[in-house]
């Protein structure tokens, strides 16, 4: 019952930025946009979320659409170690639990 | 520090036996979660704590019972041990309930 879609799987070069795309068309409006990954056999890690506007932390950069029907997730200088499954969930105030989709297995090469 | 903690990190058996995993978390949060992630490393909810009081049980098989002795424990006691409980099992914590969960390191639990 997942409400987003992503690709697969992406490749990004090392040092680039990777841009990780999300489709949550059926996003209602107390409704957020996170974002988790998880490498290789560790539980999955928080990164970043937001409702409307975008937002930016150490880690990287999540850009809404206006009509916040999309997201994407921005790793700005992406590192070997940012190899990992990129999960976008739609989360609302009254939800208690994270449905985990398939993800996104993104892998960066040198 | 680690903020949240699991024992064991691996946990072998054979099916029929009664098992426990341990969960800690030392971030003072008020909300706990178990996870599962099966083989085609789909993650699941199973359970949620809220102060200690129950307030997420999917659909769960009533051998798996969660037992929460305070707010920084939540453990998972699993009764006769079947071949489909193999999975890695996740322990997660939030200040309020969702919100930016941190996860512990999992319990790679195999039946044989």
């Known amino acids: 019952d997942a409400k987003t879609t992503q690709p697969p799987s992406m490749d990004c070069a090392e040092g680039r930025a990777a841009n990780l795309p999300c489709n949550h068309s059926?996003?209602?409006?107390?409704?957020?946009v996170y974002w988790y990954r998880q490498i290789h056999s560790q539980g999955p890690q928080y990164i970043i979320h937001?409702?409307?506007n975008n937002e930016t932390n150490e880690m990287a950069s999540l850009i809404i659409t206006e009509d916040r029907k999309s997201s994407t997730l921005i790793l700005p200088h992406a590192t070997l170690r940012d190899t990992a499954v990129y999960y976008c969930i739609v989360f609302g105030s009254n939800d208690y639990k994270l449905s985990f989709g398939a993800g996104t297995t993104v892998t960066v090469r040198a | 520090d680690t903020a949240v903690s699991q024992t064991p990190k691996y946990l072998v058996t054979q099916m029929g036996n009664d098992k426990s995993i341990k969960c800690e978390q030392n971030l003072g949060h008020d909300t706990m979660y178990w996870y599962k992630q099966d083989s085609k490393k789909f993650l699941k909810i199973m359970f949620s704590?809220?102060?200690?009081?129950?307030?997420i049980n999917e659909t769960v098989p009533n051998r798996f019972s969660p037992k929460s002795p305070d707010k920084a424990h939540l453990n998972l006691h699993i009764n006769s041990l079947e071949l489909g409980d193999s999975a890695v099992y996740f322990c997660?914590?939030?200040?309020?309930?969702?919100?930016?969960?941190?996860f512990g390191p999992g319990t790679r639990l195999t039946v044989t």
């Open positions: 937001g409702l409307k």
């Open positions: 704590y809220n102060n200690k009081e129950l307030i």
């Open positions: 059926t996003i209602s409006g107390n409704e957020y």
């Open positions: 997660a914590s939030s200040q309020i309930r969702g919100l930016e969960q941190y």
